[in-house]
């Protein structure tokens, strides 16, 4: 394993990560939590997993934070991290584990600056103004 990998692998599952967060922050048109027996603890989260299609036990054991409306909170640096560990310790573990996955990750990230490359020349040959 080199180095550079490793680093576009983490780069990579951390840009996953942060679209899962967004994604899961901005469609969500149902509330996560309903908070129907405040100050009980175990009732509000067997109620929330039961009645939420969004909301699960790993929410509660890594402390998802929620809006006063239920809500994912979009602006929590935490729901932010919790979605980046998540995409970084699944990815990895998959990648892994396939055989020959880490193989075809590093062959893609030893292509993919060409390809970036060829895309940026062609679309410097292509650009037209007017």
Known sequence: MIVWHITAAILTLTMIGTAAHVFRSSFNFIPDRFNAAPGRFWTNHAIDDMLSSNYGFWDM???????????YEFF??????????????????????IPGGWDWFAATANAAPGWLWALFVHRLNNMTFF
């Open 61 to 71: 054991v890594a402390g998802t934070e929620y809006d006063s409306d239920g809500y």
């Open 76 to 97: 929590s640096l935490r729901n932010l991290r919790i979605a980046c560990t998540w995409t970084i310790a699944c990815g990895t573990a998959i990648g892994l584990s």
